[in-house]
């Protein structure tokens, strides 16, 4: 759902304009949801399809009640993107899941499930240890 927070990205290097490559992460994300599910202000929308915001497609994040919730805690939060299964260090087996999940829905269910199993649906958060992201 959001658990990638891109800026901008400039350069003036020479870049050849190729095709938009498909990795499948929009249907895993329908699938998994696991973002929003565990955000502790639920500022992550669960819906099925993204809306147009400033004419692009997306999954909206409620900027607001993210940002009061680290005002809370005192850090920054951090749970939707530790929890998300793309975040998982690319060990052999993660590199594996992350190509079957590349090759069909089924695998998509399959892959968040056992996501579930092994880390858990709803991680408890991690105590504040005084570093800034706090892991
Ligand atoms: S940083 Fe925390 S509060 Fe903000 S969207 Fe992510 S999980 Fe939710
Ligand atoms: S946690 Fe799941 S829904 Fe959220 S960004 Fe990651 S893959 Fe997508």
Redesign the pocket.
């Known amino acids: 759902?959001?658990?990638i927070r891109l800026s901008a990205v400039t350069t003036g290097m020479p870049l050849e304009v190729d095709k938009p490559v498909d990795l499948s992460i929009q249907s895993?994300?329908v699938v998994?949801?696991?973002?929003?599910v565990c955000c502790p202000s639920q500022s992550i929308p669960e819906d099925d399809d993204p809306k147009e915001v400033n004419g692009t497609l997306r999954w909206k994040l409620k900027e607001e009640s993210c940002f009061d919730y680290w005002a809370k805690v005192g850090t920054d939060c951090n749970v939707?993107m530790r929890?998300?299964?793309?975040s998982h260090a690319r060990t052999w087996p993660h590199k594996l899941i992350v190509y079957l999940t590349q090759r069909n829905r089924l695998n998509q269910q399959l892959f968040t499930f056992l996501d579930d199993v092994f880390y858990g649906r709803k991680p408890k958060a991690k105590r504040y240890n005084g570093d800034w992201a706090g892991y």
């Open positions: 759902m959001q658990g895993f994300c998994c949801k696991k973002c929003a939707c929890v998300c299964p793309w």
